[in-house]
Nanobody, 119 residues
């Protein structure tokens, strides 16, 4: 059974930082690109970042470039998202997803972790 479990969300003040983690199992993790996707109620999902299967290539949405950093550990089957200089508009449910920017919608999704940026 494929499982993806996000953790690390919470409430943070503007300008603060959070680190999201995603633990995975049930599939060949090191063969998959991985993405982080976020969604707010009433809107469609927004792709945030991707990392290649080997970890050597990363890409970011313009809205988070320079503030968010994706990484993976293929020995531990985990992917993380370091989020710095958080803004209120970063408030969303964040999901760990298999696949990259072009195919994540067809991938496996975790249950999500809520990030709220507010003073």
């Amino acid at each position: 059974e494929v499982q993806l479990a996000e953790s690390g969300g919470g409430l943070v003040q503007p300008g603060g930082s959070l680190r999201l983690s995603c633990a995975t199992s049930g599939f060949n993790f090191r063969s998959y690109a991985m993405s982080w996707v976020r969604q707010v109620p009433g809107k469609g999902p927004e792709w945030v970042s991707e990392i290649s299967a080997g970890g050597g290539v990363t890409n970011y949405a313009d809205s988070v470039k320079g503030r968010f950093f994706i990484a993976r550990d293929n020995a531990k089957n985990t992917v993380s998202l370091e989020m710095d200089s958080l803004r209120p508009e970063d408030t969303a449910e964040y999901y760990c997803v298999t696949g990259g920017r072009m195919d994540y919608m067809a991938g496996y999704w975790g249950q999500g972790t809520q990030v709220t940026v507010s003073s």
